[in-house]
T-cell receptor, first 111, second 112 residues
Framework: ELKVEQNPLFLSMQEGKNYTIYCNYS?????LYWYRQDPGKSLESLFV?????AVKQEGRLMASLDTKARLSTLHITAAVHDLSATYFC???????????FGKGTSLLVTP | DTAVSQTPKYLVTQMGNDKSIKCEQN?????MYWYKQDSKKFLKIMFS???????INETVPNRFSPKSPDKAHLNLHINSLELGDSAVYFC???????????FGPGTRLLVL
């Protein structure tokens, strides 16, 4: 069974600081997704990583994928309050018709 | 203009009742999904459909019955609701299974 582990699960950081969220998964997959969820809202797609070594950046967020290590990272640069949300990584099953999600990282950015 | 829409957004009901949630996508996607998000925010796949055909049924109790009348719609009917069914149910769609899944706004179900 494909397991997806994120850490940390809770993260409180000051504005202006940098931090990394880690996502490990247990079986081979070449497709990994990052989503953002604001309280009471839906999931918003942030990044799709489709191959080993893929790196994508949007604003203060950068995601990378190492399929050999079965590891993805979401790096936050110079955090701002608007980044406060829950971030999920999700891994595509080889069957291609389902995502297995991590438990999410609740990020709080404080002044 | 909403890409993936769900109705209702909120559903409060008594144990033992039967309820339905409707989902529609206007993105022209072939694949649709139902996910359940529990009170700890954990998301788990329930069903996926491709071109109206059931592909994944993730050991969901048979009280849950999805129906896809056409590619743009995927409904979820729940019989004999239980307290443990309280959760947020998200519909999603994608162009092909491997592409980004776009999520609906969610239906917040509370069973009393």
């Amino acid at each position: 069974e494909l397991k997806v582990e994120q850490n940390p699960l809770f993260l409180s950081m000051q504005e202006g600081k940098n931090y990394t969220i880690y996502c490990n998964y247990s079986t081979t997959s070449d497709r990994l997704y990052w989503y953002r969820q604001d309280p009471g809202k839906s999931l918003e797609s942030l990044f799709v990583l489709l191959s080993n070594g893929a790196v994508k950046q949007e604003g203060r967020l950068m995601a990378s994928l190492d399929t050999k290590a079965r590891l993805s990272t979401l790096h936050i640069t110079a955090a701002v309050h608007d980044l406060s949300a829950t971030y999920f990584c999700a891994v595509d099953r080889n069957s291609g018709y389902a995502l297995n999600f991590g438990k999410g990282t609740s990020l709080l950015v404080t002044p | 203009d909403t890409a993936v829409s769900q109705t209702p957004k909120y559903l409060v009901t008594q144990m033992g009742n039967d309820k339905s949630i409707k989902c529609e996508q206007n993105l022209g996607h072939d694949t649709m999904y139902w996910y359940k998000q529990d009170s700890k925010k954990f998301l788990k796949i329930m069903f996926s459909y491709n071109n109206k055909e059931l592909i994944i049924n993730e050991t969901v109790p048979n009280r849950f019955s999805p129906k896809s009348p056409d590619k743009a719609h995927l409904n979820l009917h729940i019989n004999s609701l239980e307290l443990g069914d309280s959760a947020v149910y998200f519909c999603a769609s994608s162009q092909v299974p491997e592409e980004t899944q776009y999520f609906g706004p969610g239906t917040r179900l509370l069973v009393l």
